[in-house]
């Protein structure tokens, strides 16, 4: 969870949020995101709790998941789900 933590406040700063009501929501993206690159690195589970993640890294998941919250915005769905 500290690797969402951690990365909360840069995926809410590329996405110009100000307010907090959906953080909770995306600490969950963030998690099903980093263990999609775990998973895609073959990577143990929890790895970058304890191991630094490469910048490419980050940057690839956050780009991802922008792109997938602008299309569900534009749909005039706030959450991505139908």
């Known amino acids: 969870?500290?690797?969402?933590?951690?990365?909360?406040?840069?995926?809410?700063?590329?996405?110009?949020?100000?307010?907090?009501?959906?953080d909770a929501l995306l600490i969950g993206f963030i998690t099903a995101a980093v263990s999609y690159a775990q998973s895609y690195q073959h990577?143990?589970?929890?790895?970058y709790e304890t191991h630094a993640m490469p910048p490419t890294t980050m940057k690839a998941g956050m780009a991802r998941?922008?792109?997938?919250?602008?299309?569900a915005y534009r749909r005039g769905n706030k959450y991505g789900t139908r």
């Open 1 to 22: 969870m500290a690797v969402a933590d951690n990365l909360l406040p840069k995926v809410k700063a590329n996405l110009i949020l100000m307010h907090d009501q959906d």
């Open 65 to 71: 998941r922008q792109v997938s919250l602008l299309i």
């Open 43 to 47: 990577v143990p589970e929890n790895y």
